[in-house]
């Protein structure tokens, strides 16, 4: 593993608000920062959602934001059906003046999803029964294309099966595309 520039913090009560308020998004991703601001202390408080900060080493700027959440995925097909363990991120931002660490090949994104929140949740992994980590992302081509390509998440192909995960859909966005990256 590299070193990483970047230290991982929890998210806390005492965080001044303005520095939320700071956080430059990519692309057209405002709900993310409505929910950084708004809502992720709440969240936090009452166990909803855990939010981590991404901050750079040396200077304490904030890089980028997640959240993760236990989670089960439904699953059905013609013999059985159960519950799937996994973990959702809920929430995955990087502050546009972030974009790429060093060269134009590295983003910033990729570099914190392989180096610190695949890690997590490895490591959760080893507690935990866990087959997937999910997400609901904003449904742009680029988004996508840049979970599916660069991050190896994986859309389902049944329509069957990408019906049966509507209920879960995020409320701020009925958009949102059903992706899952398999954990073993």
Known sequence: MISSPFYIEELSEELNSYE?????IQHE?????RYLVKLAK???KQLLNKTFL?????SDNLVAF????AATLPYNDK???FLIP???LTHFAVDERYKEIGSASLKTGEFIFWNHIVPCVKNAQKYLALQDLFVFSINTPKLISYYKNRLGFQEIENIDDKLFFEYAVPDYDDNCKFLYFPLS
């Open 20 to 24: 939320l308020k700071s956080f430059r």
């Open 29 to 33: 991703e405002f709900q993310l920062t």
């Open 42 to 44: 709440k969240h936090q």
């Open 54 to 58: 991404v901050r750079e080493k040396g």
């Open 66 to 69: 997640y959240s993760l959440k």
């Open 79 to 81: 013999e059985s059906s």
């Open 86 to 88: 996994a973990i959702e």
